[in-house]
């Protein structure tokens, strides 16, 4: 559809015309204006986007405070690796000596297993370093020399015409990576170059001789073996200068805007981006200009189309409004969508940048209508004719509201102690106050109350002596409803009636009881777990439902991990020999404790990471084992941490059952037909200045084996209880992968060890809802909504905590009460039936908390009844 906005012709991407231009088809044709042959042609502001055009870019500093959604896990993800980078590089570089720093080919490998380990998250990766501010010690006879530009980049490449690809499909397993500095259009520090935004974010540093005062310390504890099932007496502390402290105002990873990637990956992409800090210059005599500097920064980035766009209007103060900038960030889409005004909008999960990504909910005092199901979808709305949107997506009012029970009623629930039954009786007596309120002497709510008459004419059937009228109304009811909602309501009440019995006091899952009384007693006192077996701190599989989906970062964050040490094992000989660098050397302990402390410092969620090489496969060592694992100090987010050598622990790690498993399914079948072949298209400088760019000289292009997710296991929760408090105290959950090199004779690949990943088990949200049988989830089916007349619902980003779920009313029901909500909270169900199955079970309203049949969206239909019904009663009485 074309449109004339402001004296030019633009075009809305819809599909019917009714749908108006706005700011989405304004982003659409500023993206579809430039590709990968013209966009060198086009000035530097047609290539970026507005800053608004990503809302709620995650950060350290707004972890404590909101719910990062699933909608922003990629978002999250980038930003952690970006962190995670710096953090290596700034320890390696200060910590070890020019030889022993990371060489050329593990550089290039660390970034492109960023990409093909963040499949689905991350579309590249790479470290770009200050004009003359890298020391490469990979070229012959060139000590304490500097080159001029060095950035190693990584993306995801097209790989549809290669010849290695002979189904000519994209595989999204081809990596191309290449040097930003070496080649033309190598001046990526230029303010002329068009897509350095993020350098602009963090260097050049002009930092002074200060000694390294304002750069942040982060702090090392190394535990290591002194010999096999022994740690060394006295603990090693290492201090260097990294990222910026998470609380500090500026955080440790800022945020381009979304830009062109022209000439290479020529995709619309936006970037995380964390600094490097080195000692600048490095070998001098002259002191005084030394200075911990900011050399260069680690860049991950995100295909901008795959980024979910929110289209609801935010509802709450604005930054302007609490003067705090992370309270609620700039929305450029906020208002496009089409929900009505009877109901409110709710962005939705895994849309990308395109229409319809939310769902429209009714309205408090209003309900859906007896053929909707749930909320509307927005991809329905958007792709619905204008005659069908005007009859259609529209929330009916309710009338006759409850007012919400503020003093407690004797609950018409008989308690036996023996069995916790409860019997219901609708004709014995209650309370003769009408719970019904009179609406009109309400100020507040004028809008629902327009057809309410100030005398409730449905009062009297709450008394005592009116049951015949009562019961009169329930018949009606129930053949009202058996019109709308489609079934007999008097059967399915006397079944419900039965089944509710029959689940409350025989099908109550008690075993939800007990895991999280377990929880809760090693949560407040650690100590206990000295006094239990393992089995006793070990949860059962079940309880972690939905694990694979909420700590899928965390996982790729092990798996990116694999596929490192699997490429580098695959690829790098040491007995290599090039005319002009040297070869690559063998990875040292000090690289891989950099690797595990970096992975722990940059997830929030993440309690502790470990390398753990099987029996001799890591020959750079003086034990036959090595297990490095790090860990943060502190529970909180913090820049002190813990490497500790498990080897050295009193038990090890080869007989732990993640080892042990993982080491039985591919020790002896470490086959390349069951792993994922990755291709690797590499590209480094010719020479010294970076004049062209060549093929890596071990081959090209290269490839090599790493597993997947499906190849990694999670294991059951466990409290973690260090006999000598080596090892945080916590409930975690595992995630164990395995990584594989070549044999001795460079032939067969073989299995060298694990990469485990442990999270805290408090932000695994919990489901209670009702799920088919062949699901293992501990704690499904133990919800309290009323299974006739509402739906279970589970509510997202709470944590390991109970109650973490609404009761919606269903198809042909409507919520009764007055107090601006549309469903029954979950926590409020399950204290009402914790007070039900008390000795105060009176005081329990939890009967209460149920949705009421929508008869009428009207009084007067409900006038005409009691008017039917007080003729047939006289009726009655005159014969």
Known sequence: MTVEVQGRVVRSYSQFEWITYDKIDEIMDRMNAVNGLNCYQKQPSELVLPEEAVYQKPSIEMLKKDIIMRNRTQLLHIRNIAHRNALLFSYLFQRLFDFEEPGLTYILLHNAADV??????????????????????????????????????????????????????????????????????????SRYNRRNEWYSKWLPDQTRNDQGRGKPVHTVQLLLAERMYKLRDVPQNIEF????HPEDPQGPTLWTRPYFDCGRSDKWIISAVSPIVDIYPRHTEYRHLQAMRNLAVAVTHIDFLMTDINQCIEVGPTSAQTNDPQSKQPNMFA???????????????????????????????????PYQDGPFQGYIIEKATKEEYENNFDCLKVELYLQVPQNFYQSNIEVFASRTRRSIDYNSNISNASIYNDLSKDPILPLLIESIPKVNPIATISSPTSSFLKSSVDRFASF????????????????MKKNRK????YERPTRVATIMQLYDRLSRDPQLCEFM??????????????????????????????????????????????PLRKAELDLTDEQLIGEVLAAAGGDYKVVGVGIFFDRGKFRNYRLPYFGPYAYRAEKDISRKYTVVDWAGLPDGYENEIWFRTLKARWATNADRSELTEHWLKLFIRSDYSGNALVHHESGFPLYSYAPELKHGQWFPPTFQCSRNYTLPRQWIVTYAV?????????????????????????????????MPHYVPNAFKGSDRCDYQSTVCEPIFGRGFILGTYKCRCRPGYEYPFIDYNDFFNGDAMDKQWEILMSNNSLLSRFDQLKCRIAIASSIRPLNLILLLLTISFAMLINR
């Open 116 to 189: 093909t380990g963040g499949r689905s998250m991350i579309n590249g990766s790479g470290v770009y370093f200050d004009q003359d501010k890298y020391y490469p010690h990979w070229y012959k006879n060139f000590f304490n020399k500097t080159i001029p530009l060095f950035g190693p980049y990584a993306w995801r490449a097209d790989d549809f015409y290669d010849a290695f690809n002979w189904r000519n499909e994209w595989t999204n397993q081809t990596i191309q990576e290449e040097d930003s500095g070496a080649g033309r259009n190598h001046q990526y520090t």
């Open 533 to 578: 077996t393992e089995d006793e701190l070990t949860m059962p599989g079940d309880a972690l439902n939905d694990v694979d989906i909420q700590f899928e970062s965390q996982a790729r964050l092990a798996l990116t991990l694999s596929h490192f040490l699997s490429s580098f094992y695959q690829i790098v000989n040491p007995a290599e020999d090039f």
């Open 738 to 770: 395995p990584f594989f090199g070549l044999d001795a004779l460079g032939i067969n690949l073989e299995f060298k060890g694990v990469v485990r990943v442990d999270a805290y088990l408090n932000y695994l949200d919990i489901n209670q809802c009702s």
């Open 335 to 369: 208002g496009t969508d089409k929900c009505k005004p009877t109901t409110r909008c709710e962005p939705l999960f895994g849309f990308g940048f395109r229409r319809g990504g939310y769902q429209c909910l009714c309205q408090p005092g209003f309900r859906y209508p």
């Open 480 to 495: 009202s409803g058996k019109l709308i909602t489609g079934f007999d309501n008097y059967k399915s009440e006397d079944y």
């Open 502 to 505: 029959k689940r409350y006091a």
């Open 241 to 244: 200068y990294g990222p910026p």
